[in-house]
């Protein structure tokens, strides 16, 4: 079956601009979450959904980073006013649930100038 | 200092030669331990689950983890091209957490 997927897969924006990430988890998968990867660093944890409600935005770095998530399904992530440092990968994975196996999609590549 | 270590590398290895990954821990609370596989532009896949202390084998793969020392390991035997990828340790407290701490990742390279 189709497994989670991610668009755009790259994007190179100015600093400055607002950038949209979009995911579409496995169907029937109830949790989603957003991750960041920057070169050489792990896995920075961003936040997480249970069905459309996010119990955990602990991670977000700043206001300028939102998500939200329809129908329990398809998730956006956006930062506004990017600066370079928000250059880095950004993952998304989904579950069936809270605790269970997470499966990735293959990432955003985001490049701010 | 980081919950999780993890050396970067690259470690660069011969066609099957046997592979050993490392990872250091410091948070007590950590139960269940996870190796995750990245390859080149693709997101991480889960390779290896453990819980608690002790090995779980898997094909080519060991999975070991000594609570004592706060120190995991995955081997892989006869180690293939195919293999070289990032690897990625995660782990989890009991309970449920969901959110699991990773570490940089290792980078693999294995040579024909």
């Known amino acids: 079956g189709a497994g989670v997927s991610q668009s755009p897969s790259n994007k190179v924006t100015e600093k400055g601009k607002d950038v949209e990430l979009r995911c579409d988890p496995i169907s029937g998968h109830t949790a989603l979450y957003w991750y960041r990867q920057s070169l050489g660093q792990g896995l920075e944890f961003l936040i997480y959904?249970?069905?459309?409600?996010?119990p955990d935005k602990s991670g977000l770095p700043s206001d300028r980073f939102s998500a939200e998530r329809t129908g329990g399904s398809v998730s956006t992530l956006t930062i506004q006013r990017t600066q370079q440092e928000d250059s880095a990968v950004y993952l998304c994975a989904s579950s069936w649930g809270k605790g269970e196996t997470q499966y990735f999609g293959p990432g955003t590549r985001l490049l701010v100038l | 200092q980081k919950e999780v270590e993890q050396d970067p590398g690259p470690l660069s290895v011969p066609e099957g030669a046997i592979v050993s990954l490392n990872c250091t821990y410091s948070?007590?609370?950590?139960?269940?331990f996870m190796w995750y596989r990245q390859y080149s532009r693709k997101g991480p896949e889960l390779l290896m689950y453990t819980y608690s202390s002790g090995n779980k084998e898997d094909g080519r793969f060991t999975a070991q983890v000594d609570k004592s020392s706060k120190y995991i390991s995955l081997f892989i035997r006869d180690s293939q091209p195919s293999d070289s990828a990032t690897y990625l340790c995660?782990?989890?407290?009991?309970?449920?957490?969901?959110?699991?701490?990773f570490g940089r990742g290792t980078s693999l390279i294995v040579h024909p």
């Open positions: 959904f249970q069905g459309n409600s996010a």
């Open positions: 995660a782990m989890d407290t009991s309970g449920g957490s969901y959110i699991p701490t």
């Open positions: 948070n007590s609370a950590f139960q269940y």
